[in-house]
């Protein structure tokens, strides 16, 4: 059925509930896949002039290095066969821009709740954008036993 598949991972917990599901369909299609770790360089730039983002960039660009040659090791763990990516952008838009020049027929996401301040101040979720912009299907991984919340969950009343 699948023949490709990209799983989005940051290393996350909901990123490590993606991998295992991905990794499940992966296997049982015999689906080649591309673990792909998406820096969003955005919130240090937008820190504002006279800070040096250098090292924070550098950072992350070797913590998400680290998690994304994490993630390879456990699919070649698993007996797949596996290519490791990491971009730079907004995620939901290099999810699909990688999606489309691999060939994806599936992409594999995690899910976050957030709360409805959360939604507001980032704006919709990388899932719920992807829906909008992925040339293939996207599964969305979401935790058993997850409390789906109206919007409401961890915010003051005042």
């Given at each position: 059925m699948y023949r490709m598949i990209l799983l989005a991972y940051d290393g996350s917990r909901e990123g490590r509930l993606a991998l295992r599901e991905g990794a499940e369909v992966a296997a049982a299609c015999r689906a080649k896949t591309c673990l792909l770790a998406v820096l969003d360089l955005a919130p240090e730039i937008a820190l504002g002039e006279g800070f040096d983002a250098g090292h924070?960039?550098?950072r992350d660009i070797a913590r998400y290095r680290e998690v994304l040659e994490q993630g390879v090791e456990r699919l070649r763990n698993r007996g797949l066969a596996v290519e490791g990516r990491m971009v730079q952008g907004q995620p939901s838009e290099r999810i699909a821009d990688v999606a489309r020049e691999i060939g994806a027929d599936l992409v594999v996401v995690g899910h976050r709740n957030r709360s409805r301040l959360a939604r507001w101040w980032q704006g919709a979720s990388v899932s719920a954008s992807?829906?909008?912009?992925?040339?293939c299907s996207v599964l969305v991984a979401i935790a058993p036993g997850e409390p789906q919340t109206d919007g409401n969950a961890g915010e003051n009343p005042a």
């Open positions: 924070a960039v550098d992807l829906l909008e912009q992925a040339p």
